[in-house]
């Protein structure tokens, strides 16, 4: 009866402790709902089109899966191909699915650390202040060290580029699924240990761990360490540091080496270390330059975990490179500081088994993306994983320090908590639109070129273009003149021509077009952007001329196909622009703008049905589509249908309440109505 009542009371801690990080997910990350896709987000979901998923079918799935990118991580590509099937391309939904990995997360590493404290209790049983133990007036529970945990995690602001940031979904997912293997592991070893031999729930249990990590690894890769450190857990907390004896080890060890070698060959081919070293042909650093320079960066790290202020968040880092172990001499020191704790974890461990193993797992985390792989020098989601075991030994700790001052211990911890989950609802502020994004970006990391060049994409994108051209101008100036950066070069340039084709000035603008021709020969943009300058001068037959060439080339491209569409209609010749329309629509289904344009063009021709059918299907794909929603707007009040119409020009002043058009022609419409009831 005993057992009954604290096994409910305990369900009932659980369920709180579950809601309480719930909510606070949803305080924290609430302003970033409406954010938008921002960089790698455009190229592995918006503009990918295996991630279109219209028909929710086995098919689907499975294109979404093998062909989206990157190929080998089909669980991530799957969740966005089913944002994209119940919300097409709006954020929302997307961010909603992020927040609900992040709190799913957070429970697990709740469950995770509390059963952790359990086992650690175990090596300090005769300490009158080990923590869960007796639970006497100078102990804090292990429920609540355990809760405060997942709390400090999951209100940490460098987390935050795990949650907010869209398609660092790869990373929150396969954490997500590498704590629930890790708890299911723990609870079927419990299982087995209190029945005393390996019943149906243990193997259930187990059985969960083994798919959860196949999950986790297929999420991302850096989740094959995941044997490893169950092995690794096993050992210290199971078997107390004790020697494994030989079947244990046969089974275990090797079976983990075996996982952990055989993913890294299935994700880096039969020649690893070629496929390491061709990687860093389109790097601007060199092996030994990143793994140098990865000595400073795990520090930063580690000074984020303690001092995360929002004013050091930034998605695209400059960080200066290592040439040397003296170069800079921050260098040595770093490494040094490295193998200090290092030491510090293997030096007698049982007397600080927690310290040990909290040091032991956030290195081990770090090893595969803070070593050789030649990714990004720094990435802030890296620690995503790393964190989790920190943020216990933190509570731990606190809990020792203050243990006969409970209220202190917990009003602090709250306040820390506090502090933090306000310094992620800031840096979230940023996130707010491309521009806020990028200028957070620039003013951060001023010398390095990719922020300025978002930036005035972004300006662009607003409308901005004389304030554009200054950032892309800075941006050109600042981009390295290296063979791996040339099509960066030319997007930057092409992008300034945009910018300047804006301002009415279409002959620097073509200028700058052929600029980035020269670094990087046949560029799309830039070829297909010429045609538009000529037709902003009035030499739309130029534009055809120019475009023609290219079309023998490459006759598949639907960019091509949409301008060629487009200067089609410059000469008035709708038939043709409509066949081009039809033609991107052969080679990319799901594109928007030309449902647009061919709706417009069925419109102009009297094709009202055909018209509203293409205009309905832009909006399908693209719901935040506002000049969409304006053009069937338009028709429908053509073909005398004017509630509807006005319905839809509500939609389109919604998304977008500066749009004139919408704006102008629905107050038409409001007039012609009152004059027909006047009439009437």
């Not at 770090?366 to 994983?385: C, G, M």
């Not at 009040?637 to 102008?664: S, W």
Request: proline content about 4%.
């Amino acid at each position: 009866m005993h057992t009954a009542g604290l096994s409910n009371k305990n369900s009932l801690y659980s369920l709180l402790a579950a809601l309480a990080l719930l909510a606070a997910a949803v305080l924290i990350y609430a302003n970033t709902l409406n954010a938008p896709f921002v960089y790698d987000d455009d190229g592995y979901i918006v503009e990918d089109s295996a991630m279109y998923m219209v028909d929710f079918d086995l098919e689907s799935i499975k294109k979404a899966a093998f062909e989206g990118r990157p190929k080998n991580r089909p669980l991530p590509n799957i969740s966005f191909a089913l944002n994209f099937y119940f919300g097409r391309l709006s954020p929302v939904g997307y961010h909603w699915v992020n927040i609900g990995i992040h709190i799913l997360t957070a429970v697990f590493l709740f469950f995770f650390c509390r059963d952790t404290l359990a086992l650690y209790a175990g090596f300090r049983k005769s300490e009158p202040d080990g923590p869960g133990v007796n639970f006497n007036k100078h102990t804090t529970p292990a429920a609540l060290i355990a809760f405060l945990a997942a709390l400090i995690w999951l209100a940490h602001p460098v987390n935050s580029s795990a949650v907010t940031y869209i398609v660092q979904r790869m990373t929150s997912l396969a954490v997500m699924f590498y704590i629930l293997s890790l708890m299911l592991y723990i609870k079927g070893r419990k299982s087995q240990r209190a029945a005393g031999a390996f019943t149906g729930r243990t193997a259930a249990l187990f059985l969960g761990a083994a798919l959860a990590g196949i999950c986790a690894l297929f999420s991302k890769q850096n989740t094959a360490t995941l044997p490893i450190f169950i092995l690794l857990y096993e050992w210290v907390f199971f078997q107390q540091l004790k020697p494994f004896n030989l079947k244990q080890l046969r089974v275990l060890g090797i079976l983990a080496v075996i996982i952990f070698a055989a993913a890294g060959l299935y994700y880096l081919g039969g020649d690893p270390v070629e496929r390491i070293l061709s990687g860093y042909g389109r790097r601007d650093f060199t092996p030994g330059q990143r793994v140098l320079t990865e000595f400073r960066v795990v520090i930063y790290y580690i000074g984020l975990f303690f001092y995360p202020n929002a004013d050091r968040l930034i998605l695209d880092h400059d960080y200066p490179l290592s040439q040397s172990l003296a170069g800079p001499a921050t260098t040595i020191f770093a490494l040094a500081a490295i193998l200090a704790c290092i030491a510090l974890a293997v030096y007698r461990p049982k007397r600080h088994i927690l310290l040990s193993f909290a040091i032991i797992w956030f290195f081990g985390h770090l090893v595969i993306e803070s070593t050789l792989i030649p990714i990004e020098i720094i990435y802030e989601h890296r620690n995503y994983l790393p964190y989790m075991m920190p943020c216990l030994l933190a509570a731990v700790y606190l809990s020792r320090l203050l243990k006969k001052r409970q209220w202190l211990y917990i009003g602090g911890m709250a306040l820390i908590i506090l502090l933090l989950g306000l310094e992620t609802h800031q840096r979230n502020m940023d996130w707010k639109n491309l521009v806020t994004f990028w200028e957070d970006g620039a003013v951060k990391a001023p010398h390095k070129f990719r922020p300025h060049a978002n930036l005035g994409s972004a300006l662009l994108k607003q409308g901005k273009a004389q304030e554009a051209a200054v950032q892309l101008e800075t941006a050109t100036r600042l981009q390295p003149e290296k063979p791996q950066a040339v099509g960066k070069k030319a997007k930057t340039y092409t992008t300034l021509a945009d910018a300047l084709l804006r301002q009415n000035d279409p002959e620097e603008a073509i200028a700058n077009y052929k600029k980035a021709l020269k670094i990087s020969p046949g560029f799309e943009d830039a070829v297909l952007n010429i045609a538009r300058a000529l037709i902003k001068q009035d030499r739309a037959e130029a534009a055809l001329d120019h475009l023609k060439g290219y079309l023998k080339k490459h006759p598949d491209k639907a960019k091509l196909h949409m301008t060629l569409g487009d200067t089609y209609i410059e000469l008035n010749n709708l038939k043709k622009a409509g066949m081009h329309f039809k033609k991107v629509l052969e080679l990319e289904p799901y594109h928007t703008k030309a449902y647009n344009s061919l709706g417009n063009i069925l419109a102009q021709q009297g094709k009202r049905d055909a018209a509203i059918n293409n205009f309905q299907k832009a909006i399908k794909y693209n719901p935040e589509s506002a000049s969409a929603y304006n053009n069937l707007a338009n028709t429908l009040a053509h073909a005398g249908k004017l509630e509807e119409a006005i319905k839809n020009y509500k939609k389109a002043l919604a998304i977008d309440p500066g749009h004139e058009g919408a704006r102008e022609n629905m107050e038409k419409v409001i007039r012609f109505m009152e004059s027909r009831q006047n009439r009437n």
